[in-house]
């Protein structure tokens, strides 16, 4: 069974940085377009960012533009998330799968995994 597993969340002051990881097996990586998402307290899960195989592209929400970067390490089946400049409004827990775009927005295909949690305070 395919496995996505987060990682690198934690509590940080506003203004301060983390860097997520979501590492997964060759099957879910192999060829794959990945996206994180994530969800606030009360809210629906919403997208993030998301890195082609290539890495040649990246998207990005307009809330995390210029302050996140995603990156993959196709050889560790690993991808990142450097999130800098945080906000408590960044508060969520934080979810990476395999992605394709479908009727302009960009669509989770994959199993979650259990996500990472990123707190945020002021």
């Known amino acids: 069974q395919v496995q996505l597993v987060e990682s690198g969340g934690g509590l940080v002051q506003a203004g301060g940085s983390l860097r997520l990881s979501c590492a997964g097996s060759?099957?879910?990586?192999?060829?794959?377009?990945m996206g994180w998402f994530r969800q606030a307290p009360g809210k629906e899960r919403e997208f993030v960012a998301t890195?082609?195989?290539?890495?040649?592209?990246?998207y990005y929400a307009d809330f995390v533009k210029g302050r996140f970067i995603i990156s993959r390490d196709n050889a560790k089946n690993t991808v990142y998330l450097q999130m800098n400049s945080l906000k408590p409004e960044d508060t969520a827990v934080y979810y990476c799968?395999?992605?394709?775009?479908?009727?302009?927005?960009?669509?989770?295909?994959?199993?979650w995994g259990q996500g990472t949690q990123v707190t945020v305070f002021s």
């Open positions: 890195i082609t195989w290539s890495r040649a592209t990246t």
């Open positions: 060759g099957r879910t990586f192999n060829y794959a377009t």
């Open positions: 799968n395999t992605v394709d775009f479908r009727g302009g927005l960009w669509i989770p295909i994959g199993s």
